[in-house]
């Protein structure tokens, strides 16, 4: 799948753009992942991030993020809002 290539990628050449340095498309990940994690378990896009170690990192750096927490918290999303989001 293009998320097991991302992972594999990230993982080897951990490129800047990607990385537990904060920047936006960390963000965006963290979202569309946080949002196909919380599809139902027998869905297709069903995905959870701890499927993706290189990725899961990235989105743990960028979940704890000071603006990223205070929306979560603000949202009531948790603490785990890209890694492992409350159903």
């Known amino acids: 799948t293009l998320l097991e290539a991302l992972d594999t990628m990230v993982a080897a050449e951990k490129p800047d753009w990607l990385s537990a340095r904060p920047g ?3 963000h965006y990940l963290g979202m569309l992942m ?3 994690a919380t599809l139902p ?3 297709p896009g069903h995905v959870a991030a701890a499927r ?3 990725l899961l990192e990235v989105l743990a750096a960028h979940e704890d993020r000071p603006a990223a927490r205070s929306i979560a918290a603000d949202e009531g999303l948790g603490p785990t809002f890209y890694t492992a989001p409350m159903v």
Do not use: N, Q, S, T
């Open 34 to 36: 946080r949002w196909m």
């Open 52 to 54: 993706f170690p290189a």
């Open 24 to 26: 936006v498309l960390g």
């Open 41 to 43: 378990p027998d869905h």
